[in-house]
């Protein structure tokens, strides 16, 4: 975990000064703020626009009675992509664009469930109370 951290607050901001400067060397400084700045625009409307549908998602299968199971991860994915693009850089906006776009978070979604279901206790309807998670509540979103 400690070397998790490591890289994340050092190696991390490193990475995205070298990408920023050599990109002004390429482009000029007032063009790479630019792009920073359109990009972080860009990234910030993408964030609002699935932030909503993930969460009329949500809405809509808890009005069926069912766990959002899925949209839960979305929603997840969705606001680590917005942490992502307030980051100033354009490896940390390139990562936080990626996860906006919905086939991207559909190949990340089962990483993300296999990691965290030994975490997940879900007691459905009619459960005993057993406290598992069933293989089909967050895969298929039921």
Known sequence: ML???????????LVELYVIVETARSIGT???????????VVGAWM????????????????AEGLMPGRELVDGAL???AGALMLTPGFVTDAVGLLLLF????????????RRFRHRVT?????DS?????????????D
């Open 30 to 40: 007032l063009e790479t703020i630019g792009l920073l700045v359109v990009v972080s």
């Open 47 to 62: 964030v609002k626009a699935q932030g909503l549908a993930v969460l009329w998602r949500v809405r809509s299968k808890l």
């Open 78 to 80: 969705v606001l680590l």
């Open 102 to 113: 919905p086939p991207t978070r559909m190949a990340i979604r089962p990483i993300i469930i």
């Open 129 to 141: 109370g057993s406290g598992t998670i069933h293989d089909t509540d967050l895969a298929n979103g």
């Open 122 to 126: 879900y007691y459905g309807p009619g």
């Open 3 to 13: 070397v998790w951290l490591v890289l994340l607050f050092i190696a991390v901001p």
